[in-house]
């Protein structure tokens, strides 16, 4: 009786675990391993790279992670591929965009730097009707920081007025850069909640210009010595 | 019919196999024992057998030589019409093995089957576990992928431990001062032909002296064994209350081995073959070799040894653990047999099975060393940290993966393990303790004082406090509150 048990209970067993495994392996037959078999530096299948050394940051699919959201097709109607490859291979200065190139210390051959961009192309760009002329992607005007802030005053603090979503918090100007803020204040991030440039003031898309300006007059409000501990102190008393 | 009857007659008059072969089938074996207790042993001998078949067909395929070997495998895996099959069969038919000859000598020691007169078979067991763990890492070596390079070169390192003789020790290892061809020779040559042959010809010994001396009755406590009257009592034992071994109990052995074998074919065919993973290749460096199953608790040993205690256990364990196993039927050859007599052996049995599983477990996770990928690849953050948090916040959460400390700090179970896992850190710390955490490190964490700008460490410090539950605040430090509460209206 007890060796019937035994072994209907091994019977069980094994198809139990047939039927876990045939979840998680999907299909029997030859290893499906090429990309396991390839020297790092020879892979060059976008999904793989973009999940090893870009997602934690840029969020699974292009969204959704702290940094900037690369699938958003506004961004990447803005963007030049030779801008994404400088980026990507030397890093991006003042913001935390680390440096990916084998020619700046990472482990990225430029091969890979250049699937990952024709991969970011392919899967995220979208061609939009050009209705209203975008802001170029770098800036190619002085800013009028004055101008800036009226702009600010107008169409930004309405939003951002609230302790929580102060983007004028002299920690958080520390580790962006001009730049990266120009990319969002055209791109927007549609992850979050933030409007892009055509939509941020209510049938006035911003100009050229104005971009350049907001940029500067939040430049303007960079301190020389941020980070001072126990910074929500002095709103408290 | 009658022409195999003269047949079989005319062969039997020359070989004369047929009486002792019939002896042995014929033998009597106590009713008790004819139990699913006892077909642990002809499962290891049924998967040896499996190995030497699969092995051989392997052998026909495999080249070994450094420069190929890995090639052929993945032509055995991709080109070869259920090449991979046969590589997988081989896999964990190996696993098996090493699992149901454990289980067996489980079995044996707590069924006192050591004992007098079984002594020998005992030591001849002991010999088998080594050769085929023996074999296990061999075969781990033929594999010749960067898990088996590595392995090679931890095996070597230990090796070259062995006080006077490590150097040559070595050197015999691997053929020469380096893993190069030769090593590989040298391992095919012991992993096909040397410690096989000892194994077929040392098993075949084994068997026949469980043939020969009887299998080892059920053990009833109070039923003492005595040399001198043991062999008596095991007569009489199996006249009064016996049955012949075929068909009274080989249809169990039968039957076990088949579902053993069919469990093989089940594993192999839906997990598929071991490797081969990527190449042995000293130049890639971005690689975290593992041993395979069986020796990931030694792995784990290793990891949380300190330094200065690993020469001394890998030399000293391996050789008490072994004399320990040859002394035993020696040191307890008499006595009871039953289980409910010995709580030693139990508690013996039950701490080892205990600590390997436990040892087992962290080896294949790997707790203590970091994950080198985590601060770029794999999920973010969660959402539900980052969507709602203020700019300074999400760039902390980026500045916890540029500094690498997800490395070694998991949140919402992805990241290393190497230091806690931070998801709920802020209903545990107040952000004064953050800070100092973060600035001075402590314990097994570095300091990251001078690796991070004040605005850094704000806004990591400030992602920090916003891991806590919904439901339930994050922790403060009351002296502050006071103070705040103190100095409002002076400024008011």
Not at chain 2, 251 to 269: E, G, N, R, T, Y
Request: glycine share 10%; net charge neutral; aromatic share 10%.
């Amino acid at each position: 009786m007890r060796g019937c048990a035994f072994t209907g209970g091994l019977v069980l067993l094994s198809l139990a675990l047939f039927v876990t495994c045939m979840g998680c392996h999907g299909r029997i037959g030859e290893p499906n391993d090429q990309d396991e078999l390839m020297r790092p530096e020879e892979v060059i299948s976008f999904d793989r790279l973009y999940q090893q050394n870009c997602s934690a940051c840029h969020g699974e699919n292009g969204s959704g992670g702290p940094a900037l959201d690369l699938s958003n097709p506004t961004y990447q109607a803005l963007v030049d591929d030779a801008s994404l490859k400088r980026w990507i291979t030397s890093g991006m200065p003042g913001t935390q965009m680390p440096a990916f190139g084998e020619s700046a210390g990472g482990f990225l051959t430029e091969q890979q730097i250049d699937a990952l961009v024709a991969g970011m192309r392919a899967r995220w760009m979208f061609k939009k009707s050009a209705g209203v002329a975008m802001p170029s992607y770098l800036a190619t005007i002085v800013g009028n920081a004055g101008h800036g802030e009226a702009i600010f005053q107008a169409s930004c603090v309405s939003c951002h007025r609230q302790d929580k979503q102060k983007i004028t918090n002299t920690s958080y100007l520390a580790l962006v850069s001009d730049q990266s803020l120009r990319t969002i204040v055209i791109a927007g991030r549609p992850d979050l909640g933030q409007p892009d440039w055509e939509h941020v003031r209510p049938g006035q898309p911003l100009a050229d210009q104005d971009v350049s300006d907001i940029v500067a007059y939040l430049h303007s409000l960079r301190s020389d010595t941020p980070g001072q501990p126990y910074p929500d102190e002095s709103a408290k008393r | 019919m009658r022409r195999l009857k003269v047949l079989y007659e005319w062969f039997d008059r020359r070989l004369q196999l047929g009486e002792p072969i019939k002896e042995m089938a014929l033998h009597p074996v106590p009713n008790k024992t004819a139990s699913w207790w006892y077909v642990f042993g002809s499962a290891a001998f049924v998967l040896l057998m499996l190995q030497i078949v699969t092995g051989i067909l392997l052998a026909l395929v495999y080249v070994p030589s450094a420069g190929q070997a890995w090639n052929s495998l993945n032509v055995l895996n991709h080109q070869l019409t259920l090449g991979w099959f046969l590589r997988a069969m081989h896999g964990w038919g190996s696993n098996f093995m090493v699992a149901v000859v454990l289980i067996h000598m489980a079995q044996v020691f707590l069924f006192g089957a050591y004992k007098f007169p079984r002594e020998l078979t005992w030591v001849l067991g002991v010999f088998l576990l080594l050769m085929t763990l023996g074999m296990a890492f061999t075969g781990q070596v033929l594999r010749f992928d960067q898990d088996a390079y590595w392995g090679l070169g931890i095996g070597a390192s230990i090796a070259s431990r062995v006080p006077f003789v490590g150097n040559w020790a070595v050197h015999m290892m691997l053929g020469g001062p380096i893993i190069a061809g030769a090593t590989l020779s040298r391992f095919f040559a012991f992993h096909v032909f040397v410690i096989p042959g000892m194994l077929l010809a040392f098993a075949c010994l084994h068997v026949w002296m469980v043939l020969k001396l009887g299998i080892n009755e059920w053990p009833m406590p109070g039923r003492i064994v005595r040399r001198a009257t043991y062999a008596a009592e095991y007569h009489k034992l199996t006249k009064k209350d016996g049955r012949a071994f075929v068909p009274g109990a080989v249809w169990k052995d039968a039957f076990f081995s088949a579902a053993i074998l069919a469990a093989v074919a089940v594993c192999a065919a839906v997990l598929g073959p071991y490797g081969p993973g990527g190449r042995p290749d000293p130049t890639i460096i971005q690689t975290a070799p593992k041993p395979d199953f069986f020796f990931l608790w030694l792995y784990a040993v290793l990891s949380y040894l300190p330094p200065s205690l690993e020469t001394p256990f890998l030399l000293i364990a391996p050789a008490l653990g072994i004399a320990g196993l040859v002394a035993l039927p020696f040191c307890a050859g008499e006595g009871e047999k039953s289980w409910h007599r010995r709580p030693v052996a139990i508690l013996m049995l039950t701490s080892i099975a205990l600590a390997w599983s436990v040892l087992t477990h962290l080896g294949t996770f790997t707790p203590w060393s970091p994950k080198m990928t985590a601060w770029s690849g794999g999920s973010p953050v969660p959402v539900r940290y980052t969507h709602d948090a203020s700019p300074l916040q999400r760039q902390g959460a980026i500045v916890f993966q540029s500094k690498q400390c997800r490395n070694c700090h998991s949140i919402a179970g992805v990241g290393g393990q190497r230091g806690p896992a931070l998801d709920l850190v802020a209903s545990r710390m107040t952000e004064d303790q953050l800070i100092r955490q973060v600035l001075q490190g402590g314990g097994n964490m570095p300091a990251y004082g001078k690796n991070l700008s004040p605005s850094e460490v704000t806004a990591l410090v400030s992602f920090l406090e916003t891991l806590h539950p919904a439901n339930e605040p994050p922790a403060a430090d009351a002296s502050r509150n006071a103070a705040a509460v103190l100095v409002t209206p002076a400024h008011q």
